[in-house]
Structure formats: structure tokens, C-alpha cells
């Protein structure tokens, strides 16, 4: 049974930066696409970006462009975001995500197995 835990998250003044990290437990990590979804209060949630098995990043959410990084270290079993320039409309619960056939696009319904979520909140 793969299992994710989220680390990283906290609280950020604008133009700051944190990096969140995403732990998968159980076998055959190298072998699916991982993705870091948000959601805002009050908000749907959405996907900010995904990476298929081989490391490339196959999705970003046009809001983050350019600020967000997704990568991963299969030996480690982890993923990361790394999340540059951070604005007051980043506040959201991450949550990665596990999709088993390498799919690595935004639709969630793609993913099988979540995280619990990790809190970041970016003061103005």
C-alpha cells in the first residue's frame, strides 16, 4: 500500500520561498507520475504541476509558471516543489498525489493515492 506524507509546508512573507516534499512508502515509486495539487478555502482544487516517472515535468498550472519547480529523486521516493516568489494567492493546502499509469497531466481523477496536506499560507 503506497502511502504519501507531506513536509515543508508553514507560513511565508511574499517574494519568499519554501520547498515542500512529498515521501511515498511501499514499493514501485519509480514507476508512476506524482503530482502537487492546492486547494484554497472556498476554492476547487487544482493541480499545480506533475512529473511522470522518467523526472520530466509534464504539467504546470499557467499561475505558476516560471516561480514553481517540480522535480523528484526516485531513489529517495520523494518529490519536491519548489516554490519561488511566493504571493498571498499561493495560501492553500498542498496535497501530493500518485497517479499509477504514468499519466501525468491535471485531471485528479487520474490519481490514486493522496497525501494528507501540508499548509502554506503567504502573508502580504
Known amino acids: 500500500q503506497v502511502q504519501l506524507v507531506e513536509s515543508g509546508g508553514g507560513l511565508v512573507q511574499a517574494g519568499g520561498s519554501l520547498r515542500l516534499s512529498c515521501a511515498a512508502s511501499?514499493?514501485?515509486?519509480?514507476?508512476?507520475?506524482m503530482a502537487w495539487f492546492r486547494q484554497a478555502q472556498g476554492k476547487e482544487r487544482e493541480c499545480v504541476a506533475a512529473?511522470?516517472?522518467?523526472?520530466?515535468?509534464?504539467y504546470y498550472a499557467n499561475s505558476v509558471k516560471g516561480r514553481f519547480t517540480i522535480s523528484r529523486d526516485n531513489a529517495k521516493n520523494t518529490v519536491y516543489l519548489e516554490m519561488n516568489s511566493l504571493k498571498p494567492e499561493d495560501t492553500a493546502v498542498y496535497y501530493c498525489?500518485?497517479?499509477?499509469?504514468?499519466?501525468?497531466?491535471?485531471?485528479?481523477?487520474?490519481?490514486?493515492?493522496w497525501g494528507q496536506g501540508s499548509q502554506v499560507t503567504v502573508s502580504s
Open positions: 511501499g514499493r514501485g515509486f519509480s514507476h508512476y507520475a
Open positions: 512529473v511522470r516517472r522518467n523526472g520530466v515535468a509534464t
Open positions: 498525489a500518485a497517479d499509477f499509469g504514468d499519466y501525468g497531466g491535471s485531471d485528479s481523477h487520474a490519481y490514486e493515492r
